[in-house]
């Protein structure tokens, strides 16, 4: 089980720090991800694989820090924009290589934690 926290309205400019907690598991050897929904679209927002190679999408590069530490991962998020407002989810899954990436349908998801950016 994935379960999410951090997510909450801030202004424009500001930051916030996701967190999501894997239920008794640590994350050795995952494929994780942090993954947003606006509307009908979900996007990856950023995803580090079990070697520690980290992608992300480029709306978020540079303002975005993924990391994991034992059965924590975290998304640090600065310079927030409006366009950042949405659900986000953290994601996981036993996979490796190009089957880790931001594109990745993972196995494994939480909840979701609601983040809105105001102007």
């Known amino acids: 089980q994935l379960i999410e926290s951090g997510g909450q309205s801030v202004q424009a400019g500001g930051s916030l720090k996701l967190s999501c907690q894997a239920s008794?598991?640590?994350?050795?050897?995952?494929?994780l991800g942090w993954f947003r929904q606006a509307g009908l679209q979900r996007e990856g927002v950023a995803v580090i694989?079990?070697?520690?190679e980290i992608f992300y999408a480029p709306s978020v590069r540079g303002r975005f820090t993924i990391s994991k530490d034992g059965g924590h991962l975290y998304l640090q998020m600065d310079s927030l924009k409006s366009e950042d407002t949405g659900m986000y989810y953290c994601?996981?899954?036993?996979?490796?290589?190009?089957?880790?990436?931001?594109?990745?349908?993972?196995?494994?998801w939480g909840q979701g934690t609601q983040v809105t950016v105001s102007t």
């Open positions: 694989d079990s070697d520690g």
């Open positions: 994601a996981a899954d036993y996979v490796s290589g190009s089957w880790c990436s931001l594109g990745a349908r993972l196995e494994y």
């Open positions: 008794g598991h640590s994350f050795s050897n995952y494929c």
